[in-house]
């Protein structure tokens, strides 16, 4: 929800009390918003809220999800949350808040006034941010190595046109959209190089030895080599298994997957015929 106010924008995340819900806002905040600079760690008493600021002034307020002081989710959520912004190297420091400004921040009711109020406010000094790591350390450094609360998602910038509409079908079903993927890759270079082969042997037909039909206008020998091998490696290690039996695997293996398939697209529009070259 967005609310502006004069001059001020401000976006609201995260339900107040309910520590996951923040967790996840803060970090689809921080995956999707590379130009972040400052976060300011709301404290009152044993309450926790964030506010987070970017390069073009527009503000992201992570409702008081966070608690302190005794053994919880609460407080977990809290270490790991700090521990996510320094990871992504934003400065972050902490000031006290009353009752009453944390719950217009938790009601979305911020105005100018107030944000320039928190900005004003004395920092925190000695700097206790680590206080509220240290009691979860192990336990962050390992839900942070697993990265379980980054938003999984394609990014569709660079999905290749050919294949978007696949992009849409992998967030309902993966494996079909990545089965359609290969194959439509095979039906593409076919058509293309009238060609007709399948799988390996189709992509080793048209991309290597002297009557090759495409290639790639790079300086090194070796570069052409290594990106036919992504295509006949990708095929075997992958395709071919999902072809042929039912694969045990996590989602996180289909995103890669179809990323993966993806940059064989790219390549593929990338090469020029022989004749022309």
Known sequence: MFQTQNYYYVEYLGYAGITLSCLQSLCKTLQTHSDLTTALLLTNDQVHAFLLKDDSGTYYVIRSGFTSGYSGEGPKGLAIALSLLKRHQIETEEILVSTKLLN?????SLSDHD??????????????LHDYIYPF??????????KRYYPLELPYSIIDDRIFDLALLFM??????LIKAYKRLEDIVRTRTDIHEHSTRLFAQVFQGENALLTWDVPDSAEIKGRVNLFTGAYMAFRNARAHREKDENLIHQYREFLLINEL???EAEAITIESK
């Open 104 to 108: 217009k921040l938790n009601s979305s």
């Open 137 to 146: 350390e192990s336990e962050v450094a390992q839900t942070i190595k697993l």
């Open 265 to 267: 697209y790219l390549l």
């Open 172 to 177: 309902q079903d993966p494996d079909s959209a």
């Open 115 to 128: 944000i320039d109020f928190i900005f004003q406010q004395k920092i925190i000094r000695p700097i206790r």
